[in-house]
């Protein structure tokens, strides 16, 4: 639908705000914004792009698509810098939405491909639930990469979209699948700027989750999901999810037990313990596993946990067997 123009010339607010940072994704835009002229919403959109510092076709790809999607009736904004470096996608992201003026936003990103009903779809979704992220199922390229990781994506419950925030490496409802008002937005965010190697998504997701927001999943796939070996999401260290994680988890649950026992005995259990702060170490009484190897040991103690005394160490790994009524974490 063409936005008309006001008295000033200008156009007025778009009901929904497609957010597409870009850098260097001169492979994939030219599917990708076919994908936005290809929606079958019927309300106002727009299209608002920053251009971060891509070194290659980018511009000249999204210039002349800025004709084809305008002359169908949907605004396109375009930002960006020419700077030697990028600056990162959250500092993209907060740009594109900054000079975006939708009522609802709708993420995407330049290697992806929505389907025509997505933002049909998600926005009715976002009108139902005003302060939830919005996600969508999604279709893996190529289908055969990330199958287990994919399967998590679309199949978990609806109370899952909530548990599993404290025990998932990211976000239950990925980012490129994102969709949400811009009033619930300006409360949360903005996404954090510290460029490569920061989760942004995940930093904006448990600030979401503070302020009391939900997770909806819209069940259609509506997103094509590529994975290779360019994706942004490969410069953010494990470790470093890691210790988020971590920290969320001791913020927003473990306050609230007297004890609890750790579901995993093994590698990853024992690094969970080790990352706890001391307060959080008191509160382990047992380690829980169904390894018969470990739990004949009785106590197990990691012999190269250099924060831990050993005494410490052993007092809280008396027990391996799963305490009747006892809080527990599993960690993977």
Not at 2 to 28: C, F, M, R, Y
Not at 240 to 255: D, K, Q, S, Y
Not at 315 to 327: C, F, I, P, R
Request: hydrophobic fraction near 35%.
């Amino acid at each position: 639908m063409q936005l008309p123009k006001d008295a000033t010339g200008h156009s007025p607010l778009a009901s929904v705000s497609i957010i597409l940072p870009v850098h260097n994704a001169e492979q994939w835009l030219d599917e990708c914004l076919a994908s936005v002229l290809q929606q079958d919403f019927e309300g106002t959109m727009e299209l608002s792009v920053f251009n971060d510092a891509s070194k290659d076709k980018s511009r000249t790809i999204i210039e002349k698509w800025k004709v084809k999607l305008e002359d169908s009736g949907i605004s396109v904004v375009i930002g960006g810098h020419d700077s030697p470096s990028p600056r990162g996608v959250g500092y993209s992201k907060n740009q594109a939405i900054a000079q975006s003026t939708g009522s609802y936003l709708c993420f995407l990103d330049s290697d992806d491909v929505m389907m025509p009903q997505r933002v049909r779809l998600q926005h009715e979704a976002a009108v139902q639930h005003p302060t939830s992220i919005i996600g969508c199922q999604v279709r893996r390229d190529p289908p055969d990469s990330t199958e287990r990781y994919t399967r998590w994506i679309n199949q978990l419950t609806s109370d899952q979209l909530l548990t599993q925030v404290f025990t998932s490496h990211g976000p239950t409802v990925i980012m490129p699948t994102w969709f949400c008002s811009r009033a619930w937005f300006s409360h949360v965010g903005p996404f954090d700027e510290g460029g490569r190697g920061v989760p942004e998504d995940l930093l904006f997701f448990y600030e979401h989750l503070r302020k009391g927001g939900g997770v909806f999943r819209v069940d259609h796939k509506l997103l094509l999901y590529r994975y290779h070996l360019y994706a942004t999401t490969h410069s953010v260290l494990e470790m470093t999810i890691w210790i988020h994680r971590v920290h969320f988890l001791e913020e927003r649950v473990l306050p609230r037990w007297k004890s609890f026992t750790i579901w995993n005995a093994g590698k990853q259990g024992r690094r969970l313990y080790r990352s706890l702060t001391a307060a959080s170490r008191r509160k382990v009484v047992a380690f829980c596993d169904v390894d018969e190897n470990k739990i004949r040991k009785g106590v197990y103690c990691h012999e190269d946990s250099q924060d831990l005394t050993g005494g410490e160490f052993e007092d809280n790994l008396k027990s391996l067997h799963l305490q009747e009524g006892q809080d527990f974490v599993h960690f993977s």
